[in-house]
């Protein structure tokens, strides 16, 4: 069965850093292009960032030089290094398996809280 | 950026009715890279739809996609207890903001 499952959430202050990691089953990660999304709470989903299955990078704008998206295909796991991290930060962060550009697969996500 | 505005915000309907959701960007959609997900409340979302109009694994056939350009619409044929929920569309955009999302609508029991 094809399985993600996020861990690493936490409540932190501003300005610290966090590590989430994805580990995928039932699959083989490097042949797919994975992401980061998430949901603030009450809100809208929200794309973060996507590393590509030949090792490409993106990143939101609101993201994009506090993010980093890596992936381990050996231990066929997904991270993503926040640094910086602002309240708005606040949210449910999912990692998901990305097929014809479309999210496939969803994990069950990890919860990240930005409060002083 | 493209944008996906969703409407209604909120839909009021019953179970064994119709169900008719818009999703519309401000530029052409490429490619057709448009999904469909489903968000059940505490849990993540799940595919529906991608490319416009292409059911997802283990989909039931009363959901459909159609579509293009900027326009595209989910149906729900008859709806059922379970199909009450959120909503959301999605596109991919081959500029650096990869992929957006509409702000949801609420499929709601009436």
């Known amino acids: 069965e094809v399985q993600l499952l996020e861990s690493g959430g936490a409540l932190v202050q501003p300005g610290v850093s966090l590590r989430l990691s994805c580990a995928a089953s039932?699959?083989?990660?490097?042949?797919?292009?994975m992401s980061w999304v998430r949901q603030a709470p009450g809100k809208g989903l929200e794309w973060v960032s996507t590393?590509?299955?030949?090792?490409?990078?993106y990143y939101a704008d609101s993201v994009r030089g506090r993010f980093i998206i890596s992936r381990d295909n050996s231990k066929n796991t997904l991270d993503l290094q926040m640094s910086s991290l602002r309240v708005d930060d606040t949210a449910i962060y999912y990692c998901a398996k990305v097929v014809g550009h479309a999210f496939e697969i969803w994990g069950q996500g990890t919860k990240v809280t930005v409060s002083s | 950026e493209i944008v996906l505005t969703q409407s209604p915000g909120t839909l009021s309907l019953s179970p064994g009715e119709r169900a008719t959701l818009s999703c519309r960007a401000t530029q052409s959609v490429s490619g057709n890279y448009l999904a469909w997900y489903q968000q059940k409340p505490g849990q993540a979302p799940r595919l529906l739809i991608y490319g416009a109009s292409i059911r997802a694994t283990g989909i039931p056939d009363r959901f459909s996609g159609s579509g293009s350009g900027t326009d595209f619409t989910l149906t729900i044929s008859r709806l059922e207890p379970e199909d009450f929920a959120v909503y959301y569309c999605?596109?991919?955009?081959?500029?650096?903001?990869?992929?957006?999302f509409g702000q949801g609508t609420k499929l709601e029991i009436k």
């Open positions: 590393s590509g299955s030949g090792g490409t990078t």
């Open positions: 999605q596109q991919y955009g081959s500029s650096l903001v990869m992929y957006t």
């Open positions: 039932g699959f083989i990660l490097r042949s797919y292009a």
